[in-house]
């Protein structure tokens, strides 16, 4: 049976559409661009059936996970690579990256403020308990936005100081009201440090951004991306896990991090899941089409209904995250609630506010996903605080984030009416 979608919102989803050809031909072309320089990697290093064997125990001599890195490499332009389903989220690999590169005494930069919520226990801004780089002796600064923007004249100030050891650049909104960055900014403030701090590592914060553009961060400056393998990279098929790509010598720095220096990379079984993380990596470009396809039609037919949205739906994207402007917590409730209808798991559950762990604020998220927590299947979150802002990502394939937008139309029009 097919779902009862009202006349009023099937009219409207189809006005949105028939607005957005130029932009979903920009975004195809793109995935066509990174599709062909994935399978360039696949083939230069010769992936085959047994890459995919999983190991157990210490995971020494894993040629799968050992090529595997090496192909992110490729990818991402760099001299090294680390994948592992030993992250346990973005925020874990972000944190090794930082844990590898300073020591006490040293510097961290922020470069476009506050990062995301969850680094603040890792920093130490927030006391989330022991063991953050503060606790180490780690000195943080943050260079404020100017007018939601970066501020490239204070980032300058602000890493002459020779104890500058990293600068952090996020390249995703998160939870603020900024742009997220594109390549060519992230590019621009890579120049800025170098210019006046050569010897300090820029670490990107790539979630939410990778293969939405045809370049990366580290094709442009950067010295290490880090992201999360259950948002864009794994293509909604790895399970779990993380990668950090970059620098050698911060690589590994990292990987000392997530296991214990003097072993570093050369353990961490893969359990069966290298199979799932070469095809996640195949199909992400396209995955990552989809989602942005999605996001760019919720903007669209969120616009029609007079809703502030950022980007809109005529920008070029440079991550899948679309803000969407309720200005009050009920509207915003009631959108969640139908993209938690439109999900193919949980979709019975009604998402509510809760104290989620890592936030300053509740938070809602409405996520009926088959890999819990994976931002590339459609999800929408938000802080229970003015200017009460949904966060909407996702969708593995555009019908289905299409039809989970239109649901949540529905429900809002319907409670408001």
């Known amino acids: 049976m097919p779902l009862q979608l009202s006349e009023k919102v099937r009219a409207l989803a189809a006005r949105a559409q028939s607005d957005l050809g130029e932009q979903f031909a920009r975004i195809d072309a ?17 992936v085959a059936e047994s890459y995919f064997a999983g190991t157990t125990g210490y995971g020494y001599d894993d040629l799968g996970r050992d090529k595997l890195d090496e192909i992110y490499a490729d990818i ?26 300073l020591k006490p005494g040293d510097v961290l930069v922020s470069a476009v403020g506050a990062p995301y919520d969850t680094l603040l226990g890792v920093i130490g801004v927030a006391d989330k308990g022991p063991g ?14 100017v007018n ?53 590592a820029i670490l990107v914060d790539n979630c939410y951004g990778e293969f939405v553009e045809t ?28 990668y950090i790509a970059g620098r050698k010598d911060l690589v590994e720095g990292a990987a000392m991090r997530l296991t214990v220096p003097g072993i570093g990379r050369e353990c961490g079984s893969t359990l069966g899941n290298n199979r799932a993380l070469y095809q996640g990596l195949f199909l992400a470009p396209h995955t990552v089409a989809q989602a942005v396809k999605t996001a760019v039609f919720a903007a669209r037919i969120m616009e029609l209904l007079g809703y502030r949205t950022e980007p809109t739906s005529d920008q070029v994207r440079h991550d899948i995250i679309q803000m969407i402007h309720f200005g009050t917590p009920e509207p915003l409730k009631r959108f969640c609630r139908g993209i938690q209808f439109g999900a193919p798991v949980d979709s019975y559950v009604t998402p509510e506010p809760w104290d989620m762990p890592g936030y300053d ?9 088959f890999i819990q927590g994976a931002s590339i299947e459609l999800s929408c979150d938000a802080p229970m605080r003015e200017p009460y802002t949904a966060y909407l990502q996702g969708g593995l394939t555009y019908e289905s984030g299409k039809t989970g937008v239109m649901l949540a139309v529905q429900e809002l029009l319907e409670k408001s009416e």
């Open 30 to 46: 793109i995935a066509e661009e990174n599709t062909q320089k994935v399978l360039a990697a696949f083939q230069k290093h010769r």
């Open 76 to 101: 991402f332009g760099t001299e090294d690579a680390l994948v592992r389903i030993g992250f346990v989220n973005g925020t874990h690999a972000i944190s090794c990256a930082l844990f590898g590169a």
């Open 132 to 145: 953050s780089l503060k606790s180490y002796g780690v000195e943080y600064r943050q260079v404020d936005l």
């Open 148 to 200: 939601d923007a970066p501020d490239p004249e204070g980032l300058a100030l602000a890493v002459r100081d020779p104890k500058v050891k990293a600068v952090l650049i996020q390249r995703s909104k998160g939870y603020s009201t900024r742009s997220s960055l594109s390549v060519a900014e992230i590019g621009a403030l890579c120049r800025v440090v170098r210019e006046n701090n050569p010897e300090a």
């Open 215 to 242: 370049e990366e961060p580290t094709q442009v400056g950067a010295d290490l991306v880090v992201g999360s393998l259950i948002k864009n990279p794994g293509g909604g098929l790895a399970p779990t896990g993380g």
């Open 361 to 369: 604020s509740q938070v809602i998220m409405a996520a009926g996903a």
